[in-house]
Nanobody
Framework: QVQLVESGGGLVQPGGSLRLSCAAS????????MSWDRQVPGKEREFVAG????????NYADSVKGRFTISRDNAKSTVDLQMNSLKPEDTALYVC????????WGQGTQVTVSS
């Protein structure tokens, strides 16, 4: 079945960096657009970044443009999110959903930006 496993989160000081990774299985990874969203308790889930199936097209939420970079490795079925210049407002649970007819995501990885 479709499985997504997010990793790489943690506690980081403002201005720091983290690299998140999402390992996918159970579907033909190279056929699908992948993205990263984030969720804060009490708020709606927010789109962060997306990447086309080939990796040639990327888009970002305005709040992360210039600081975050999404990438993918179709040979390894992974999608990464490099996060630089982190801010306290980036604190959230980060997930990598995929729409395979129904939207599937993993357990997420927690990112906490705090001094």
């Amino acid at each position: 079945q479709v499985q997504l496993v997010e990793s790489g989160g943690g506690l980081v000081q403002p201005g720091g960096s983290l690299r998140l990774s999402c390992a996918a299985s159970g579907f033909t990874f190279s056929d699908y657009i992948m993205s990263w969203d984030r969720q804060v308790p009490g708020k709606e889930r927010e789109f962060v970044a997306g990447i086309s199936n080939s990796g040639g097209l990327r888009n970002y939420a305005d709040s992360v443009k210039g600081r975050f970079t999404i990438s993918r490795d179709n040979a390894k079925s992974t999608v990464d999110l490099q996060m630089n210049s982190l801010k306290p407002e980036d604190t959230a649970l980060y997930v990598c959903p995929v729409d395979v007819g129904t939207t599937v995501w993993g357990q997420g990885t927690q990112v906490t930006v705090s001094s």
